[in-house]
């Protein structure tokens, strides 16, 4: 009985695997589309012409244990790029970095940005 138990949870354990995998976007994909990605400025699109799909690094459980940090400006943007690709989005808006100066316990004199933004779809007409 308790053999049957475990292999039966082992085919659930499994196959909740493989469907999670098949949902995802290709890493490889997202890449490639993360150039794609355009960077709007404030006011350049009205709020009805875009949908949220969501709010990079601030909507996933992982920022409350840590965010991603990066060097300079162009590299966050990047990387905001990709994960917005990541998750079907066409846009970023409200692209906010600011110096978060390291951690709490190492501080650095180094440039240590933290940045924010919605990923987006534009509506076409």
């Given at each position: 009985m308790k053999i049957h138990s475990s292999i039966l949870s082992a085919l659930f354990a499994g196959a909740a695997c493989v469907l999670s995998g098949c949902a995802t976007t290709p890493q490889v994909d997202a890449?490639?589309?993360?150039?794609?990605?355009?960077?709007?400025?404030?006011?350049?699109?009205?709020?009805?012409?875009?949908e949220v799909v969501s709010h990079l690094w601030v909507d996933s459980w992982?920022?409350?244990?840590?965010?991603?940090?990066?060097?300079?400006e162009d590299e966050a943007v990047a990387s905001?790029?990709?994960?917005?690709?990541?998750?079907?989005?066409?846009?970023?808006?409200?692209?906010?970095c600011f110096d978060a100066g390291g951690s709490l316990w190492f501080r650095s004199d180094k440039p240590t940005l933290l940045c924010y933004a919605n990923a987006i779809r534009v509506r076409r007409s």
């Amino acid at each position: 009985m308790k053999i049957h138990s475990s292999i039966l949870s082992a085919l659930f354990a499994g196959a909740a695997c493989v469907l999670s995998g098949c949902a995802t976007t290709p890493q490889v994909d997202a890449e490639k589309r993360a150039p794609e990605v355009t960077v709007y400025k404030a006011r350049e699109l009205a709020n009805d012409q875009y949908e949220v799909v969501s709010h990079l690094w601030v909507d996933s459980w992982r920022t409350a244990f840590s965010t991603p940090t990066y060097p300079s400006e162009d590299e966050a943007v990047a990387s905001l790029q990709a994960e917005a690709a990541r998750l079907g989005a066409d846009g970023l808006v409200n692209v906010t970095c600011f110096d978060a100066g390291g951690s709490l316990w190492f501080r650095s004199d180094k440039p240590t940005l933290l940045c924010y933004a919605n990923a987006i779809r534009v509506r076409r007409s």
